[in-house]
């Protein structure tokens, strides 16, 4: 759960951190969550293996923009966009992995080589959320840290 110690960012607003790769660099990040797609059911059915795992839920892909503003070159896998969840009505959604969970356009982080200050990337995460949720929030934030959170 998150902190309610800062205010929720707008869509496309853009926090700025410090990131420690796996690969040990620790580029400085600007993010910025900028929208989320709510699917269908039939479309929640098809992204897992047992369809009862989708029952009552729906995928919400979660868009977001990081760029790099300085600090070391990423030379190969960031994981900086694996640190995005989707939240509905103030619970995680349940994260869809593999390449069903990618939509077109979004970059695979396992494709990205050499990740220079001045590029960005939009890097998605799909989750199931349910289907009647009220309230769709992104939130990033790494292990231990403060998160940045967007309203939706």
């Not at 992995?97 to 356009?105: E, W």
């Not at 799909?126 to 998160?147: C, D, H, K, Q, Y």
């Amino acid at each position: 759960m998150r902190s309610d110690a800062e205010p929720p960012l707008q869509p496309g607003q853009a926090g700025t951190r410090a990131f420690k790769e796996d690969t040990g660099v620790v580029p400085t990040y600007r993010i910025a969550a900028q929208k989320v797609d709510i699917g269908t059911a039939a479309e929640a059915k098809a992204l897992v293996s047992n369809p009862a795992d989708a029952e009552g839920k729906v995928p919400a892909v979660a868009y977001v923009k990081y760029t790099h503003v300085r600090g070391a070159t990423v030379k190969e896998y960031p994981r900086v966009g694996d640190y995005a969840e989707v939240y509905a009505d103030g619970r995680r959604g349940a994260k869809v992995t593999g390449a069903a969970g990618r939509p077109k356009g979004c970059a695979d982080s396992d494709e990205i080589k050499n990740w220079r200050s001045g590029q960005s990337y939009l890097l998605c995460n799909t989750f199931l959320i349910p289907a009647r949720a009220r309230s769709v929030e992104v939130m990033w934030t790494e292990i231990g840290g403060e998160p940045f959170v967007w309203t939706f």
